[in-house]
């Protein structure tokens, strides 16, 4: 998700494929653009949750920040434990989630010399899905301190509940979302579209929504191409810890040219590694599901039990969300379908039954062994609908692991340690 | 059967309008609660694992529904999980609704919120002129509403996370002070102020929701409005009190004790706190009324 450096306290991890570094380097590149553009000459730019619909800024021109992508990327310049202690000092309480609240505490911490990019100037607007109860406190407090405004989007309630709603979200998606939650997130990216135009004078047209959902479409398409040939594919050809980057650099920029190139790319380097029979580890015994954020200040702990126990992680949410979450027909309404990939982008990661009814069919999908989730002590987002899902995958006959550690913070995180525990399980459970 | 509900910023004079109003439901945290501990994940709000223990026991088996509110994450949150637990058989018990309150002050969020409301009141049997009757009825209720009797001790705030009861208000009578804080219960059965009879019940109710602060998603400045209360009541000092599970108001608790020291009140800050109050906050209480006092 970054292209900033690897932690010191983590491990780097390997990487097999060309196009990774392909990734990270246009991701850096992308960084310094972006920095140009917004802090240099004062472009007007957004801040952003990742489920908020990032095509109208993509339509519009306008460069957008998404919160986590900067979280990820102060965590990895190993900033994280610097600013938990500013909110601390500011007198937050130290258990306040963490994941979203980074870029706020960067912010206040008003430190120039510090902090990346000089920190962050002025942006036109944030904009957040109201998903969690801290999230409107947190952006609204990061708006006041910027001097910006907030732009909520409501996280309506989704009373249709569809545990296999995967299998029909890109043709059916009406239905499956719920035509009234649709035409609320449609009413409100209009609003939202006004308030851009009426701030930056830039112009939103919707045939350049039309081809650029296309386009999605086509990147999203390589990438779930790939997720099916990882998922029945063995040896397992590509680690999740290679996965995250080829799926989520793209993601950033979707249905740019490069993305859609990039995805095609990353789709033919997995396809080639298939053919040739090669695997993520020299015996693959193990394949192992990762729920949850990807412990960005710890890459390499994902592919730390190849070797030793044949233990691979295969699967992410990253990589095959990029099917049913994001491919959508367009029919003839780019903005409807376009609302209803981001009204419940959330929602089927996080709660029953779309999680636990996903993630225990991919399961099935790409023979998963055992699943690692991941706890995050203090971030009721990241934390739903796990024990459920947990149960779930159980009762299909896949051990569960639960570690309690975030994504972010690396404080109560220790590489040799947390490994250790997966390898533990791995052979209390009997798969080792 | 009856219905009853769960959270804040519900439409009680909807709920009354169904002459089947069993009021909010209850909750012991004072026990083992191993359907919560299995289904649960730890940043809950402590009512909430009170709740999912009495639905797998089926103590709420009298009830028809149960309605969940929007406007509160974890009663949200909460409503998916018993909708997968019952689909899945691992639960019985009253069917869980949801009222899908939305609170951002933009129309499309008013209209979103009226729509819920008339969906929720047709599931219940509710129509406009029973609901009509019902405001009517609530809002005699309120304007008969005896106001709060004058302390005769100094005023200690609570103010931060709602309390499970009043155990807290007790000890700071045993120290010699009154209390004012909201409990949960208190938050949960707020009416709220009158609601338009000129108009649509449906369209009057709604805007009366839209409009109320007492929730965890309410748009507003809760560090002014703490202020006004401290002001309101006469407050001589003030506890902060947050649990580990608040998702909410630690990201005032700056601001709120800003206000409250500038208002020259002493504050005693409590956070990450134990719901059940078995934690030692009340020798903490003690001792700072005593220095207060001193």
């Known amino acids: ?432 | 059967m009856m219905i009853a509900y769960a959270g804040p910023n519900l439409p009680h004079d909807l709920f009354d309008a169904t002459g089947r109003n069993a009021g909010p439901l209850t909750w012991n945290i004072d026990r083992a609660m191993p359907a919560a501990d299995r289904w649960l994940e730890s940043k809950f709000a402590p009512w909430t694992r009170s709740v999912v223990q009495d639905w797998a026991d089926g103590a709420l088996d009298h009830l028809e529904a149960v309605v969940f509110t929007r406007a509160d994450d974890s009663a949200q949150r909460l409503y998916y999980y018993l909708c997968e637990l019952r689909r899945a058989g691992s639960i019985k018990g009253p069917e869980p609704l949801m009222l899908d309150i939305a609170k951002i002050a933009r129309n499309s969020s008013v209209a979103r919120g009226e729509a819920a409301l008339r969906k929720l009141g047709e599931g219940l049997g509710v129509d406009s002129a029973a609901l009509s009757a019902a405001i009517a009825t609530g809002n005699a209720a309120r304007r008969e509403a005896t106001p709060a009797v004058a302390a005769t001790n100094p005023v200690c705030l609570i103010a931060g996370s709602p309390l499970p009861d009043d155990r807290m208000h007790a000890m700071i009578a045993q120290a010699g002070w009154s209390a004012t804080g909201r409990t949960l219960a208190d938050e949960w059965a707020d009416r709220g102020p009158e609601v338009d009879e000129t108009g649509d019940p449906f369209t009057a109710l709604a805007r009366q929701l839209h409009a109320r602060h007492l929730d965890t998603r309410g748009f507003y400045d809760r560090s002014a409005a703490l202020a006004e209360q401290a002001r309101s009541i006469g407050a001589k000092a003030a506890v902060l009190w947050l649990i580990e599970e608040d998702d909410t108001t630690v990201w005032h608790l700056p601001a709120m004790r800003t206000v409250l020291e500038g208002l020259g009140l002493p504050v005693l800050v409590a956070t990450r706190r134990d719901w059940s109050c078995r934690d030692g906050i009340d020798t903490e209480i003690a001792a700072f009324l005593q220095g207060v006092s001193a």
């Open chain 1, 1 to 432: 998700m970054s292209d900033a450096p690897t932690t010191t306290s983590g491990q780097r991890s390997r990487k097999d494929l060309a196009c990774t570094s392909a990734a990270n380097a246009y991701q850096k590149q992308f960084g310094a653009d972006l920095k140009r553009r917004v802090v240099d000459e004062g472009e007007p730019f957004a801040i952003v949750q990742a489920d908020t619909p990032h095509e109208i800024f993509h339509v519009m021109g306008i460069p957008i920040i998404t919160n986590q992508w900067w979280s990820a990327y102060i965590s990895a310049k190993q900033l994280s434990n610097h600013y938990f202690e500013v909110m601390a000092q500011a007198g937050y309480p130290k258990n306040s989630c963490k994941y979203c609240s980074l870029g706020l505490a960067c912010t206040l911490a008003n430190d120039p010399k510090t902090a990346p990019w000089g920190g962050l100037p002025k942006p036109t607007v944030l904009v957040a899905r109201m998903t969690c109860d801290c999230i409107q406190h947190v952006f609204g407090q990061w708006a006041d301190a910027l001097g910006s405004e907030f732009f909520p989007m409501e996280a309506p309630a989704w009373e249709h509940k569809d545990p296999r709603w995967f299998a029909h979200s890109k043709d059916q998606w009406e239905q499956v979302y719920d035509p009234d939650r649709i035409a609320l997130a449609v009413t409100e990216m209009r609003d939202l579209i006004t308030l851009l135009e009426n701030r930056t004078g830039r112009k939103f047209d919707e045939a350049k929504l039309q081809y650029l959902m296309e386009r999605i479409n086509e990147q999203e398409g390589y990438i779930w191409e790939a997720a099916q040939a990882i998922g029945t594919a063995r040896p397992c050809p590509v680690s999740i810890a290679e996965q995250m980057p080829n799926t989520m650099i793209p993601q950033w920029h979707r249905g740019s040219d490069w993305a859609v190139n990039h995805a095609k790319r990353f789709r033919d380097e997995v396809m080639e590694r298939v053919a040739a029979g090669a695997g993520c580890a020299t015996q693959e015994k193990i394949r192992l599901m990762w729920i949850g954020a990807g412990v960005w200040h710890d890459p390499g702990f994902y592919q730390a039990l190849e070797e030793r126990m044949g233990a691979v992680f295969v699967w992410s949410m990253y990589m095959p969300f990029a099917g049913p979450q994001y491919i959508r027909e367009l029919q003839g309404r780019p903005m409807d379908a376009l609302a209803s990939r981001v009204c419940s982008m959330n929602e089927v990661l996080h709660l029953p039954p779309w999680m636990n009814g996903w993630m225990t069919s991919e399961a099935e999908r790409c023979g998963v062994d055992a699943c690692v989730v991941l706890l995050p002590p203090e971030n009721r987002l990241s934390q739903s609908g796990t024990k459920i899902t947990a149960e779930a995958l159980e009762k299909a006959g896949v051990p569960v692991l639960m570690i309690d550690a975030d994504m972010v913070d690396a404080g109560n995180w220790d590489h040799d340690k947390m490994v250790g525990l997966v390898a533990d399980f791995l052979v209390q459970r009997g798969l080792a």
